[in-house]
C-alpha cells in the first residue's frame, strides 16, 4: 500500500513552493466521483430493486459526480504538479460533460419531434427527428 501510494497517489514531481504541504491530496476526489457517479448507473442497468429506465434518472449524478469532480479534481492536480493525474482526470471529466452535454441536445430535438407529431405538424416533426437522430 505504501508503495502505490508513494507511486501513483503522491508522486515526487519536482515543483516550486510549498503547494504540496499546503493542500491535501486531490487524487480521492475524482476517484470517488467516478465511483459514485457509477454505482446508480450499475444498480439500474442490473434492475436491482426495480431500478430500470437505463440510468435516465440519474444524469445529473453524472455530470456533477462523473464530470465536474473529475475537472476539479484534474485541476487540483495540475495546482500541485501532478501531470499524469491531471491528463487522466481532466480527459475523462471532459469527456463525460461533452458525451452528456451533446447527447442532452439531442434528446431536446426528439421531444420537440415528437411534441410536434402529437400536434399534426409532419414537416417540422421529420425535421427535428432527422437533426435529433444525425441521419440524413
Known amino acids: 500500500m505504501e508503495m502505490f501510494e508513494k507511486l501513483y497517489l503522491a508522486p515526487q514531481n519536482r515543483i516550486k513552493g510549498e503547494l504540496r504541504q499546503t493542500l491535501a491530496n486531490p487524487t480521492p476526489l475524482p476517484l470517488l466521483g467516478f465511483l459514485i457517479a457509477s454505482a446508480p448507473l450499475v444498480c439500474a442497468l ?3 430493486q426495480g431500478a430500470g429506465g437505463g440510468g435516465a434518472a440519474t444524469i445529473g449524478t453524472y455530470y456533477f459526480f ?4 473529475q475537472i476539479i479534481g484534474s485541476m487540483l492536480e495540475w495546482f500541485i504538479g501532478n501531470t499524469f493525474p ?3 482526470f481532466g480527459s475523462f471529466g471532459n469527456h463525460i460533460l461533452w458525451l452528456f ?7 431536446f430535438l426528439l421531444t420537440g419531434a415528437y411534441w410536434k407529431a402529437a400536434a399534426g405538424d409532419a414537416m417540422a416533426y421529420g425535421t427535428l427527428e432527422k437533426v435529433g437522430r444525425l441521419r440524413s
Open 46 to 48: 442490473m434492475g436491482w
Open 66 to 69: 462523473g464530470g465536474m469532480l
Open 86 to 88: 491531471f491528463v487522466v
Open 101 to 107: 452535454f451533446f447527447l442532452d441536445i439531442a434528446l
